[in-house]
């Protein structure tokens, strides 16, 4: 079984576009995560959720829009993509508490090219 | 400077042999520290934690200097399935915001 899933695995649009990503765990934790990973290979965060509340927010245009309609999913949705999105975005999961991190399990990914 | 720095390598190891490198960070209130390992268009996973004392995971070493502000990775006896860019992970301070370093990339060569 799957622990993080996203889709799509891929997804090439155009500029101007807008388009969402879906994330989906079934660890049970109450914490997910949205990164992205540049051509550099930088990993940043962009978002994360605790038991669908917001509680890391980044600074991201504010064409990135997450929603979390439960504590199993976080989806990402952009608006009116750029070329600067092209990335590979990363959903984790975690659980939290005690005041210090714990292991983030990764989902796949999602490579996204804007032409 | 950079909260995590790494040196992005990258390191080339003949197979079998040890290799190490380091990860500095800068905010001295840091409280949890981790290796993960990336592979070639995957996702990262978790290699190790990193605790006060130092700690083994079969061939990896983890190593933390707080008074210097780094974190080390010593990999012994080499497979060529080490190789992988290892990423220093460190939270901010208390709670769940990770901070990864641009990765250290290890070629371990036949």
């Known amino acids: 079984d799957t622990a993080v899933s996203q889709t799509p695995k891929y997804l090439v649009t155009q500029m101007g576009n807008d388009k969402s990503i879906k994330c989906e765990q079934n660890?049970?934790?109450?914490?997910m995560y949205w990164y992205k990973q540049d051509s550099k290979k930088f990993l940043k965060i962009m978002f994360s959720y605790n038991n669908k509340e917001l509680i890391i927010n980044e600074t991201v245009p504010n064409r990135f829009s997450p929603k979390s309609p439960d504590k199993a999913h976080l989806n990402l949705h952009i608006n009116s993509l750029e070329l600067g999105d092209s990335a590979v975005y990363f959903c984790?999961?975690?659980?939290?508490?005690?005041?210090?991190?714990?292991?983030?399990?990764f989902g796949p990914g999602t490579r996204l090219t804007v032409t | 400077r950079k909260e995590v720095e790494q040196d992005p390598g990258p390191f080339n190891v003949p197979e079998g042999a040890t290799v190490a490198f380091n990860c500095t960070y800068s905010?001295?209130?840091?409280?949890?520290f981790f290796w993960y390992r990336q592979d070639c268009r995957k996702e990262p996973k978790l290699l190790m934690s990193v605790y006060s004392s130092g700690n083994e995971d079969g061939r990896f070493t983890a190593q933390l200097n707080r008074a210097s502000q780094y974190i080390s990775l010593l990999i012994r006896d080499s497979k060529l399935s080490d190789s992988a860019t290892y990423l220093c992970v460190v939270n901010k301070a208390a709670g769940n915001k990770l901070t990864f370093g641009g990765g250290t990339r290890v070629l371990v060569k036949p």
């Open positions: 905010n001295s209130a840091s409280q949890s």
């Open positions: 660890l049970g934790h109450d914490t």
């Open positions: 984790a999961s975690s659980q939290v508490g005690g005041g210090f991190s714990y292991e983030q399990y």
